[in-house]
């Protein structure tokens, strides 16, 4: 559980480095949630589900890219990488594929290794 709440007590943290271990349940938790938002909603726009799905997106949207940004911090690449995000067709999937290899061991350029603040 630990690690689905971290990124959001690192609500807007842009630096630093997030392991694969925060990174993903926090992703497949919180796309899981919102589909599940979606499913009530898509059918019927004028239902109060539909506000909730909105409003659950939208306080998610500065957590998620900050973690996004740690994690390609992680794997020694620019938080500015996070815009491939806006290629159509494929950008979303160059994204996901930079964020699913082990992180740098030892310190990079954007701080100590995650790893050694978890070990124990």
């Known amino acids: 559980m630990e690690w689905i709440l971290a990124p959001l007590k690192k ?42 799905f909105f409003a659950y997106a939208l306080a998610f949207v500065v957590p998620t890219i900050a973690l996004f940004v740690r994690r390609l911090h992680d794997v020694d690449k620019s938080g500015w990488w996070y815009f491939i995000n806006f290629v159509p067709l494929v950008g979303g999937i160059i994204l996901l594929v930079l964020c699913i290899p082990a992180g740098t061991s030892g310190a990079n350029e954007f701080g100590p290794d995650p790893k050694g603040a978890y070990a124990g």
């Open 11 to 52: 609500y807007a943290v842009f630096s630093g480095r997030a392991r694969r271990k925060e990174f993903w349940p926090f992703m497949l938790i919180n796309y899981a949630i919102l589909f599940a938002l979606y499913f009530p909603f898509r059918n019927d726009p004028t239902s109060p589900v539909g506000l909730v």
